[in-house]
């Protein structure tokens, strides 16, 4: 166990729609980072949020967004949903600013028909 | 930016033979190699990891290997046991930056008892 919460573990939807993945780092760590890993695909970073701000993004669509609130639980909002955007997305958090192990919460596991 | 490249996608070995996996990068300001295993259903966990100050390092049954002139590192598993069968990740990035760090594809490993 990583110590890092993702909910929810799998979620269907249809195009066009909306939904929020939620996570909760371990206990400790300011860093939230969120990946968005495809079929036979590596991870691709997506976005960093250190202790409430956002630090760095990656290849995140506009149509993606994030936030890390004060008790420092992180949200990604994934909206105008195509089937493209089918994935496993994964949480991981961290002690530093961006440096130290990466801990990995168990994904939120996302289908869009 | 870097770009990581990972051989073979798939490997099946017989337990207690040994298994190599091999990853290019491109960036040669890279310096920070982490390993990550993804068990099935679970987040992916770092198992171990290389800077560019050394060529090799061991632990236990894993090692893995660095050609900063070549650009490639590889992990080695010793022994290999049925629960070593996972996906395992490479990754580069630029002085251990999170948010830097690029991701191989994965290499799906697979143990026969």
């Known amino acids: 166990d990583s110590g890092v919460t993702q909910t929810p573990k799998h979620l269907i939807t249809a195009t066009g729609q909306r939904v929020t993945l939620r996570c909760s780092p371990r206990?400790?760590?300011?860093?939230v980072y969120w990946y968005q890993q495809s079929l036979d695909q590596g991870l691709q970073f997506l976005i960093q949020?250190?202790?409430?701000?956002?630090?760095a993004k990656g290849n995140i669509l506009e149509r993606f967004s994030a936030q890390q609130f004060p008790d420092l639980h992180s949200e990604l909002n994934l909206s105008s949903l195509e089937l493209g955007d089918s994935a496993l997305y994964f949480c991981?958090?961290?002690?530093?600013?961006?440096?130290?192990?990466?801990?990995f919460g168990e994904g939120s596991r996302l289908t869009v028909l | 930016g870097e770009n990581v490249e990972q051989h073979p996608s798939t490997l099946s070995v017989q337990e207690g033979d040994s298994a190599v996996i091999k990853c290019t990068y491109s960036?040669?300001?890279?310096?920070?190699f982490p390993w990550y295993k993804q068990e099935l259903g679970k987040g992916p966990q770092l198992i171990i990891d290389?800077?560019?100050?050394?060529g090799e390092k061991k632990d236990q049954r894993i090692a893995v290997t660095l050609n900063k002139t070549a650009k490639h590192f590889s992990l080695h598993i010793t022994e290999t046991q049925p629960e070593d069968s996972a996906v395992y990740f490479c990754?580069?990035?630029?002085?251990?930056?999170?948010?830097?760090?690029?991701f191989g594809a994965g290499t799906r490993l697979t143990v026969k008892p």
């Open positions: 991981a958090s961290g002690r530093g600013q961006n440096t130290g192990e990466l801990f």
């Open positions: 206990s400790g760590d300011l860093s």
């Open positions: 949020y250190y202790n409430g701000e956002e630090r």
């Open positions: 960036d040669s300001a890279s310096n920070y």
């Open positions: 290389i800077r560019s100050n050394v």
């Open positions: 990754a580069a990035s630029i002085r251990g930056n999170n948010n830097d760090m690029r």
